[in-house]
């Protein structure tokens, strides 16, 4: 079941700002984590290895990690991380709960989180870093209103495992491998 999370930016920081959106994407945190056998047992996890320096991310600053972690607001992820990130805006609930059930149909890994802040919808998905990208990345998009046939059209940026921009470059610009 998918959780849709409230994140207040009256109170939080701000993640990256689109012009064409006009508004600020939510933060992306990456959640370096280790847990000793003692933590694993003491929340039930009898069947679950002991683990250290496990990175995770997420645009949810409200999720809840066990064991010893650190959370640190990052632009690209680390350049050993084994697959690239989306980040989309979306008009709506509905629209972001189909979003995320379709990526997981064609294969991406989806987190069952919706957050919501009052500047919209936002899902985060993790996708094959394909070898044209050079490297994991960070995609963000969505949709905008403007005056063309369709009456709307598609904003991406792309960030590079070194949190650079990359200019005029989509997800859909890079070939399959």
């Known amino acids: 079941m998918t959780n849709i999370v ?3 930016f009256a109170k939080r920081t701000k993640g990256l700002y ?20 003692d933590e694993l047992q003491a929340i039930g996890m009898m ?24 959370r640190d607001i990052v632009r690209g992820v680390d350049a050993n991380f084994p697959r690239s990130l989306v980040i989309r805006h979306h008009a709506g ?17 989806a987190n069952d989180i ?12 993790e996708i094959p870093t394909r070898s044209s990208f050079g490297g994991p990345m960070v995609f963000y998009g969505g949709w905008y209103e403007t005056n063309n046939i369709i009456g709307q059209d ?24």
């Open 6 to 8: 409230y994140v207040d």
């Open 18 to 37: 689109s012009d064409k959106l006009a508004l600020h994407f939510p933060p992306l945190y990456r959640i370096l984590s280790s847990a000793t056998a």
């Open 47 to 70: 069947d679950v290895s002991p683990f250290s320096e496990c990175v995770d991310y997420t645009i949810n600053d409200n999720i809840d990690v066990f064991g010893e972690y650190r």
């Open 93 to 109: 609930k509905h629209s972001a709960l189909d979003y995320l059930h379709g990526a997981e149909d064609g294969g991406a890994r």
């Open 114 to 125: 919706v957050v919501q802040t009052d500047e919209g919808f936002f899902t985060l998905i």
């Open 154 to 177: 598609y904003w991406e940026i792309a960030i590079d495992h070194n949190g650079e921009e990359k200019v005029n470059t989509s997800l859909a610009s890079y070939e399959d491998d």
